[in-house]
């Protein structure tokens, strides 16, 4: 038997920002940035070592990150300092909980 959020033939509108939530998250390069960020600030030339990618492509993925809202940026002097957005972080674990924690 399907849950009540799931069905008809459409998905929610909730679910659908979940899954482009999801999809941004659930490449292992961005998956890493967050781990990364997830204590404190760092600036790119901490975060690009890490990565192990070309410079292009690990700008790629922080502005994916960016655009999608998860990590914020700000320029010190030359350098570019990048920190979670926490509130992203919990609204995504919030849906997940909301529509996959069986009801007691």
Do not use: W
């Amino acid at each position: 038997m399907s849950s009540p959020c799931c069905a008809g033939t459409d998905i929610p509108p909730e679910l659908c920002s979940l899954t482009s939530s999801l999809k941004v998250i659930a490449e292992e390069h961005r998956l890493k940035i967050l781990c990364i960020l997830r204590d404190s600030d760092h600036c790119v030339c901490e975060i690009l070592p890490a990565l192990d990618l070309p410079q292009n492509l690990a700008s790629h993925h922080l502005k994916v990150l960016r655009d999608a809202d998860f990590i914020s940026s700000r320029k010190d002097g030359q350098k570019v300092f990048y920190s979670l957005n926490h509130s992203t972080i919990d609204q995504v674990i919030t849906m997940l909980n909301q529509h996959f924690t069986k009801e007691k």
